[in-house]
């Protein structure tokens, strides 16, 4: 054998040598490619899990505090005739507690800042009248503007204007903060009450 076909033999084996470990090195960097990958999705499927679970949860929390302020309702009935201002204030009380309470779980930002008025103005009449409005009619409208809310949102409709009479409290709220703040004042007290957007 000559040493020319020996070189050649020896240089044809280290080439295939070679090619054999940069083959194999480049799967093994494919593998660790696809690991990393691999583990990049399960994280994101995880993540995603995570996030549904979430929203499923406070989706079921938000309909517990629509039934729970629905309830409160009914629990606590206001009537408008044959009823002593004390027990109405007393059920209003109640309700306010519920509804304070309940609010902060709702999701759909309008329905929260309506339920949070009419707690608001239902704070106000367990004092005294608000404009007009007996505390118990206070708390006749506000169950009948609740249900009208609650019934738009199940439905998954726009939220209606308000009833008549819930409206006219409504559009007063400025004049009813005003005269509430003054006997607040008057009594020695220096709260002020806090815009309702913050709730």
């Known amino acids: 054998m000559e040493w020319w076909t020996i070189i050649t033999v020896l240089i044809g084996g280290l ?7 940069i083959g ?23 993540s995603q899990a995570i996030e549904d679970d979430d929203r499923k949860e406070k ?20 009537r408008l005739v044959n009823q002593p201002r004390e027990e109405a204030v007393l059920s209003i009380a109640k309700i306010c507690r519920v509804l304070g309470f309940e609010q902060s ?27 007009e409005y007996s505390p118990a009619e206070v708390g006749f ?9 609650m019934g738009a949102w199940a439905r998954g409709e726009d939220l209606p204007e308000s009833i008549e009479g819930w409206g ?9 903060e005003a005269r509430w703040q003054q006997n607040l004042r008057d009594a020695g007290l220096r709260v002020v009450v806090p815009p309702l957007s913050i709730y």
């Open 141 to 149: 409208l506000a169950r009948n503007e609740t249900r009208m809310l």
């Open 105 to 131: 779980f709702i999701l759909n930002g309008e329905l929260r800042q309506r339920i949070v008025e009419i707690c608001h103005f239902m704070d106000l009449a367990t004092e005294s009248d608000v404009g």
């Open 24 to 46: 194999r090195l480049g799967a093994r960097r494919q593998a660790q490619i696809a690991r990393r990958e691999n583990l990049e999705d399960a994280e994101i499927a995880r």
């Open 168 to 176: 006219e409290i409504r559009r007063s709220r400025a004049e009813i």
């Open 15 to 21: 080439i295939g040598l070679s090619g054999d470990f």
């Open 59 to 78: 989706l079921a929390r938000e309909l517990r505090a629509v039934e729970n302020i629905l309830f409160a309702y009914f629990e606590n009935p206001v």
